[in-house]
């Protein structure tokens, strides 16, 4: 049974049926009017409840099925999202300066990201809808995992990406079978780019900035948060939940989930939420700080898969760190760069730039006095290191070279000792 009701725009609060629109409000349009899914949750506690949950054997986000605007679970690609593990990092927790840390490693998704839950909901609705052909706009990551799950489900892809996407990104991208358009531009130019291309070639519209259906595959990495932390820790929560920041998707689907585990008596009480962006493109942090709108920037960081100076879903976004109490925060390309292998040797997580932006951002909080020595953080690492090989090995050093003589390795040895 969906307990799936219908659509409201966050800008003007207008709700429609799924049969009235397709991805955003009629009178507020794409730039404004974007949706959220609304459902019955009254009705859906009777069947979606700790103790039912605990009852489903299906390991995947999929166990979540009551809270996701599925109408065809048949629809669903045989790929496994989700469940991803759960760590605790104590010898990370003393590095950043706060009593506990745990990571959740989404870098173990099928393409190796966090957008794979997003892309599987999507190739759903496309399915749904009878779609031949799914197109997105992506930094990387997204393209990724929508070119993945549509060629395990037998839909054509279409993909623009900036020039600027990593090498190994753009390679999965190809050995999956997608179409790829490399824009020479930014990632705002390939997103309009996109758009006109869905509009005038009539392809299903993945862009999670204005397809609604999108972030409630993202949410459910906190519906796994809320369920894992019940068994490791019964009735307690993190005081924060940390995540890098771009289109203003990612925090705000983590939001929406925690919200909706609360209202259904997961977890005790909400977290706080820290948005953590670069310093070279931070247009959520300045409209924050500021108390404004949102004022376009360029983008200009390392972490290629928060490079956004368009967010598209800036409501949702802003809405996540307003609503929670929580706060922003930025860091240097410096800064990220030394977490690849902080995170690596305190966790034993290997994550990309945008990926490890999160534990960065919580040492800046920590000296910034938002986050207390005395609490505890959640960071969700959205990507896999091998996304970006450059920037790990610019972050982590080249290997020692030495000829097949155990003389070198002495001599290397001693320097290192020294």
Request: aromatic share 8%; net charge neutral; hydrophobic share 40%.
């Amino acid at each position: 049974m969906s307990y799936f009701t219908g659509l409201r725009c966050v800008h003007c609060a207008r709700e429609y049926s799924t049969s009235e629109v397709e991805y955003y409000c009629k009178d507020c349009g794409y730039h404004d009017g974007i949706l959220d899914v609304v459902y019955d949750y009254e009705a859906m506690r009777k069947v979606f409840n700790p103790s039912s949950l605990s009852r489903n054997p299906n390991l995947s986000m999929w166990r979540y099925l009551p809270l996701l605007p599925v109408a065809d679970p048949s629809r669903i690609p045989q790929l496994q999202v989700g469940w991803t593990p759960l760590y605790s990092a104590p010898r990370l927790a003393a590095d950043l300066g706060v009593a506990k840390c745990w990571v959740k490693d989404e870098g173990r998704n099928p393409t190796a990201s966090f957008k794979d839950r997003a892309s599987s909901m999507g190739v759903v609705k496309a399915l749904e809808r009878k779609a031949t052909h799914i197109t997105c706009a992506s930094t990387g990551n997204a393209a990724s995992s929508l070119a993945g799950f549509s060629a395990a489900s037998g839909i054509a892809a279409s993909i623009f990406v900036p020039a600027r996407a990593p090498e190994a990104k753009v390679a999965q991208l190809l050995v999956f079978g997608a179409q790829v358009f490399s824009v020479q531009g930014t990632y705002d130019q390939a997103w309009e780019l996109c758009m006109q291309a869905a509009g005038e070639f009539g392809w299903y519209n993945r862009n999670c900035a204005i397809n609604p259906y999108l972030i409630e595959g993202k949410k459910t990495v906190s519906l796994e948060l809320a369920e894992q932390f019940m068994t490791l820790t019964p009735g307690s929560f993190p005081d924060w939940v940390v995540v890098s920041v771009g289109d203003g998707c990612t925090i705000g689907g983590v939001w929406k989930g925690l919200r909706e585990m609360h209202v259904l008596g997961f977890i005790p009480r909400l977290p706080k939420i820290l948005g953590v962006q670069a310093d070279g493109c931070k247009p959520f942090l300045t409209a924050w700080q500021d108390h404004c709108d949102l004022v376009l920037c360029d983008a200009n960081t390392v972490a290629d898969s928060i490079a956004v100076g368009h967010p598209r879903n800036f409501i949702k976004g802003m809405r996540a760190v307003t609503e929670s109490g929580g706060a922003f925060v930025s860091v240097s390309d410096e800064q990220i760069l030394r977490s690849i292998p902080l995170l690596a040797r305190k966790a034993g997580v290997f994550g990309e730039p945008a990926g490890v932006t999160g534990a960065a951002g919580v040492r800046k909080a920590v000296e910034s006095g938002i986050i207390d020595p005395s609490e505890s953080v959640a960071v969700i690492v959205t990507g896999n290191g091998l996304k970006d090989i450059q920037s790990a090995i610019r972050a982590a050093g080249r290997p020692i070279s030495v000829r097949p003589d155990m003389e070198d390795v002495r001599k290397a040895v001693e320097v290192t000792v020294s």
